[in-house]
């Protein structure tokens, strides 16, 4: 391990001391991300699917791209949900909205803590 570090190795791996309320956001939002992966790549393999259904059958339309493009919408919705795309219901918009709800009720939030896991 390089001299000076505060690491400790695990398994070959060099793990720092994080906060744990961001460690367990980080788990979360990585979680997040495997979850809409998953997703986009159901939704790439449905759209080969009705790619090739639709190349052997024997109509002389195109219609595989109406369900790629139905579909695709929730997949966009299911991004956005997951990983807060644009700012959109993300770690940000959460904090934002715990202020506004606490400024409401009067009650000033300490800027030092971070919201547990019943907050978020």
């Given at each position: 391990m390089p001299k000076g570090s505060s690491g400790s190795t695990v398994t070959g791996m060099v793990?720092?001391?994080?906060?744990?309320?961001?460690?367990?956001?980080?788990?979360?939002?990585?979680?997040?991300?495997?979850?809409?992966?998953?997703?986009?790549?159901?939704?790439?393999?449905?759209?080969?699917?009705?790619?090739?259904?639709?190349?052997?059958?024997?109509?002389?339309?195109?219609?595989f791209y109406w369900p790629m493009a139905g579909s695709g919408v929730g997949v966009a919705i299911a991004g956005i949900v997951l990983l807060g795309v644009g700012g959109l219901f993300g770690a940000d918009w959460e904090r934002r909205e715990i202020d506004k709800y606490l400024n409401r009720q009067g009650k000033e939030r300490d800027p030092r803590h971070h919201p547990t896991k019943g907050e978020r």
């Amino acid at each position: 391990m390089p001299k000076g570090s505060s690491g400790s190795t695990v398994t070959g791996m060099v793990r720092t001391a994080y906060d744990p309320d961001a460690l367990e956001e980080a788990r979360r939002h990585v979680r997040r991300k495997r979850i809409f992966y998953i997703v986009l790549g159901v939704w790439i393999a449905l759209c080969v699917m009705w790619f090739v259904i639709d190349l052997s059958d024997d109509s002389s339309s195109w219609w595989f791209y109406w369900p790629m493009a139905g579909s695709g919408v929730g997949v966009a919705i299911a991004g956005i949900v997951l990983l807060g795309v644009g700012g959109l219901f993300g770690a940000d918009w959460e904090r934002r909205e715990i202020d506004k709800y606490l400024n409401r009720q009067g009650k000033e939030r300490d800027p030092r803590h971070h919201p547990t896991k019943g907050e978020r």
